[in-house]
């Protein structure tokens, strides 16, 4: 009888077991079953349009339309003399390249551009077509030795990005400019307006001649010297291609 007993006890228990192990699953399966219907796929979709968003959107390209894009070298003279001399502002055209950037961030985004040192004119009205001619001839055979050195090129490292308003931003441009051979880190600011189809960058920094390797035109036996620093400004006109 004893033996029964503890027969009987032993299958209660197992049987107790049974059951409590199979509320526990069927609690688990309820909880999980009171999910919405389609849930799992509005989560997955969900997922897959956050993952989508994250992916970098493909960089917009325009490029620089060299008829209205214009680069401008202010060269300043000193010495002795420098009263009786003029100061140079040469142009520079013929343009060539592209900026990219990302829609509506803007960031990242990158320029490259380039354009012939034979372009390199004077464009001062102080001086009288025959100078200009005799200064022309002097910028691009003794400083910038345009058939040793046919380009200058610039490219973007980084860019950043302070914006003003919807069409409107500032950046400031780190790039490699290479010039007369050489090729230097230089930091170029810039207003930037956005337009419908195209953009427009302008802004003004300064190089050295001596950076460059480039030399200083002088006149009256170096009693009127340009001076090292050079001004440039500019002004780039790009259209979405």
């Known amino acids: 009888m004893k033996f029964k007993a503890r027969g009987y006890a032993l299958t209660c228990a197992l049987l107790i077991g049974s059951i409590f192990r199979l509320s526990i699953a069927g609690g688990y399966t309820e909880a999980h079953d009171l999910r919405k219907p389609g849930t799992a796929q509005i989560a997955d979709k969900a997922s897959s349009s956050n993952a989508q968003t994250d992916k970098p959107s493909k960089l917009a390209r325009y490029k620089l339309d060299a008829t209205q ?4 070298v202010r060269v300043f003279v000193g010495g002795i003399l420098a009263t009786f001399g003029h100061d140079h502002t040469i142009s520079v055209s013929g343009l060539r390249g592209e900026v990219q950037m990302t829609p509506i961030t803007i960031e990242p985004a990158a320029v490259h551009m380039t354009f012939e040192t034979k372009s390199a004119t004077e464009a001062g009205k102080e001086f009288s077509d025959k100078d ?3 200064i022309n001839h002097s910028i691009q055979e003794e400083a910038l030795q345009t058939s040793k050195y046919p380009e200058i090129a610039f490219g973007s490292t980084r860019i950043s ?4 308003s919807e069409s409107r ?4 441009i780190t790039g490699d400019l290479t010039l007369h051979g ?6 170029v600011p810039a ?3 956005l337009r419908e ?4 960058a302008q802004g003004e920094f300064q190089i050295r001649h001596s950076d460059f390797g480039i030399r200083q035109l002088s006149a009256v036996a170096g ?3 340009a001076k090292d620093g050079m001004e440039i400004s500019y002004k780039l006109v790009a259209t979405a291609e």
């Open 69 to 72: 894009s214009l680069v401008k």
């Open 223 to 225: 009693a009127v010297k």
């Open 161 to 164: 990005i302070s914006r003003i």
């Open 191 to 193: 207003d930037v307006a």
């Open 197 to 200: 189809g195209g953009l427009t």
């Open 132 to 134: 200009r001619q005799k």
């Open 169 to 172: 931003c500032r950046a400031k």
């Open 182 to 187: 050489m090729t230097r880190s230089i930091e």
